[in-house]
């Protein structure tokens, strides 16, 4: 929690406790279902809230704009943005129904009312998204396959809309297909050793209708 009051010291104290209360939701669903391993339980607010965090270092998601979590796992990096950005509408999907299982239990816990979730193919989701967020799930031409016309045509923020995915090591290869995207070094927002090799990808998408 030291971490997160280090790098977003103006949350209310309503997310402060929401924060607080994530090490122990976590800890104790994952005796249950394994969904984060012994080591990452331990370092949670590092390896898991802080780096999902990352994204609202980017961008601050506006009330009512809607944001998609691809292969969520235990819930990250949505439930920790849908702490810190409680007017915004987050559809955290995966694949692995065990998973959701405990997502819905901490999003219960936290009483969090911005959260949906759906254990499905992200293929098979026919809605639309301002931006579509994730942790390396695939190589960004497959995701970017995945997430095709998912895409709202209205811009509501600055930055536009499309992909923002965290992501680390070498990412030349993989973008080189795409042009427009930008990359952003974790180390330039946090100081800690963890976020070195870490990246923060946006990579801009047209609506297709």
Request: glycine residues 6%.
């Amino acid at each position: 929690m030291q971490l997160i009051r280090k790098y977003f010291p103006d949350f209310s104290e309503t997310q402060f406790r929401q924060f607080e209360q994530l090490e122990d939701l976590y800890k104790d669903w994952n005796l249950k279902i394994n969904v984060v391993s012994r080591k990452d339980i331990d370092e949670l607010y590092l390896r898991h809230v802080l780096h999902s965090l990352a994204i609202a270092k980017l961008i601050s998601f506006k009330p009512g704009s809607r944001v998609m979590d691809v292969g969520t796992g235990g819930g990250f990096p949505g439930i920790p943005l849908a702490i810190m950005f409680p007017e915004t509408n987050f559809h955290l999907v995966d694949s692995i129904a065990k998973k959701l299982k405990v997502v819905n239990e901490v999003v219960d816990g936290l009483k969090l009312t911005n959260v949906k979730t759906s254990h499905s193919r992200v293929e098979e989701i026919n809605e639309t998204y301002d931006f579509i967020v994730s942790r390396a799930v695939a190589a960004m031409p497959t995701f970017v396959h995945w997430v095709k016309g998912k895409v709202s045509k209205k811009q509501n923020h600055e930055l536009k809309n499309g992909i923002i995915y965290l992501k680390g090591g070498d990412l030349d290869e993989e973008l080189q297909e795409f042009p427009k995207a930008t990359v952003y070094a974790l180390s330039d927002f946090y100081e800690e050793a963890f976020f070195e090799t870490k990246k923060l990808v946006h990579l801009p998408l047209k609506y297709k209708g």
